[in-house]
Structure formats: C-alpha cells, structure tokens
Nanobody, 127 residues
Framework: VELVESGGGLVQTGGSLRLQCVVSGQPSSINAMGWFRRAPGKEREFVSALRWSGGWTLYADSVKGRFTITRDATENTVHLQMNGLQPEDTAVYYC?????????????????????WGRGTQVTVSS
C-alpha cells in the first residue's frame, strides 16, 4: 500500500491550497483516512480525519472552520481543502490510512491508529 500526497506549495496569508492523497496498492480495507502535520521544531500533530464509509469527520480545533476533508472512494483519494491559511499552518502535511476497524470517532486522532503513511507535502504560508 502506498500513499502519495500532492498539492503543497507556497501561499500568502489568507490563501488556499488543496492537498490530495492517492492510495494505491489495494489495501484490504480502509477504516479511516487522516491528515497530520509537522511544523518546524514541533512534533507531528493531528489535523483532520474521516471515516472512509462515511458518517463522521474530525478536525483539530486550530483548523476547524477553515479546512475541509473529503474523499472520493471511486478514486481511492482523500483531499484536504485549506482556506484562510495562516503562517502557523506552515508544516509538512502527511496523509495516513487506518486499515483496522478499531478506532472510531475521536479515537482516530491518534497517530498509532494509522497503519500506512505518505512521505508528506510541504505547505508554507508567508506573512
């Protein structure tokens, strides 16, 4: 299973970016997909997640109302639409896949729930 992120780049404060994560390799199942980020000098943190079959989405408080996670099940793709970007959103953004039907809802904010990770895409927001 391989996850490949794209869509990162350099944007000014208040701008928008749309990240994409493509899943290849035919995972046996997908329970949830998540986005995490690591800012310079900080630990990786949860950004957003969704249940692959639908029913719930999760957002970190810091991005709620600005970011939207969606998925295209036919294309095995998940997107993160990021609006109103701020310099504090500067980070490497990682896509992650949870293949086990264990975490539900808020439990899917934890990194250890995810089985596969992409290599990340850089998002830089200039002030």
């Amino acid at each position: 299973v391989e996850l490949v992120e794209s869509g990162g780049g350099l944007v000014q404060t208040g701008g928008s970016l749309r990240l994409q994560c493509v899943v290849s390799g035919q995972p046996s199942s997908i329970n949830a997909m998540g986005w995490f980020r690591r800012a310079p000098g900080k630990e990786r943190e949860f950004v957003s997640a969704l249940r692959w079959s639908g029913g719930w989405t999760l957002y970190a408080d810091s991005v709620k109302g600005r970011f939207t996670i969606t998925r295209d099940a036919t294309e095995n793709t998940v997107h993160l639409q990021m609006n109103g970007l701020q310099p504090e959103d500067t980070a490497v953004y990682y896509c992650a896949l949870d293949g086990d039907p264990i975490c539900t809802g808020a439990g899917c904010r934890q990194e250890h729930e995810y089985d596969y990770w992409g290599r990340g895409t850089q998002v830089t927001v200039s002030s």
